[in-house]
């Protein structure tokens, strides 16, 4: 089957290790762009991203508002600190906090709007600090980090609308909880074989 093979090509990509490489910039695009298309190049990111949008979404509209300004604060002051260098190799903890989210999701577990808000700032943190790119500095390290900042915060509204659209029905609510359960399992997957002692170098 075609649709299996680009499903396992998918996967294979998503669980390779090596994930240093993603935070190359891409020769040609231009520093902003580069920041900008940084967090879907970084499968971690991604993953996170993915969870926490699924997850804020779950939790109800009320509670929406609250954890997306946390959120961009939260993304806002790693950023921060990527710009002083003061995170680095965070993707071990970004795909741990991806797989609980991605727990939480398929328990469909309600946290409220302080836990909701506590879940993105962590979140926009470790995400925030882990987007610095080490071959850029001065001004173009800031254009990158600030399209870093515009693609993190997209890339988690996305995912929101998502689950707040898909929370209408049974099925839809049950749809969540499963993409939920595919992102625990694969951050899992991801963690499993960056420890693994036979994983590649």
Partial sequence: MIHSGRALSF?????????????????????FYNGLLHPVFVPAHMLLLMALGLFVGQQGAKDHQVAVAVFLVAVT???????FSLGDQLEMLILGTAAVTGVLIAARLAVGRYGCALATALAGLLLGMDSAQDMLSGKERFISLVG????????FLYPVAIADIFSKKSWQKIGVRVVG??????????????YSPTSLD
């Fill in 11 to 31: 996967w294979s990509l998503l669980v390779s290790p090596q994930l240093a490489l993603a935070h190359s910039p891409i020769e040609g695009i231009g520093e």
């Fill in 77 to 83: 002051l790693g950023l921060m600190a990527a710009w």
């Fill in 148 to 155: 870093s900042a515009v693609g993190i915060y997209l890339l």
């Fill in 181 to 194: 359960s595919w992102i625990a399992a694969s951050a899992l997957l991801v963690l499993a074989l960056s």
